[in-house]
């Protein structure tokens, strides 16, 4: 990959990876348009102020409009999310890998003698 294609992938990720970002694109998907308000209950969890500056840094790269019934995918972003669209076959893989690790139990070796009460 040359200096080019790694100053495109930088820059994407770094819009990608704003806070839920990637959640208003994939609340998005279906292609239907979405208002602020079913926008913001898709997602969940997102105060008003943290959706309105994704909804401008997304509309600023291209890839979201508000088309006037309300907010949907531009052609580049539906493109991105066609690409995307592997994530939740992955999501699975990885869920069920994570769960079959089972977590170190920290042992501590303690060389000082436990204090005793007077």
Known sequence: MGAKENTAVSQL???L???FALRVLWAL???H???FRLLQDSIGHIT???LNTRIKELRAASL???DGNGYVVTAM????LKRL???PLFAGKWSASQAKITPVKKTSKSTSSQPTSR
């Open 13 to 15: 990720l770094e819009l």
């Open 64 to 66: 979201l409009i508000h």
């Open 29 to 31: 998907k279906d292609g």
């Open 33 to 35: 348009p979405q208002t």
């Open 48 to 50: 008003p102020n943290t």
């Open 85 to 87: 669209n592997e994530l």
């Open 17 to 19: 990876e704003a806070r």
């Open 77 to 80: 972003g539906a493109e991105l």
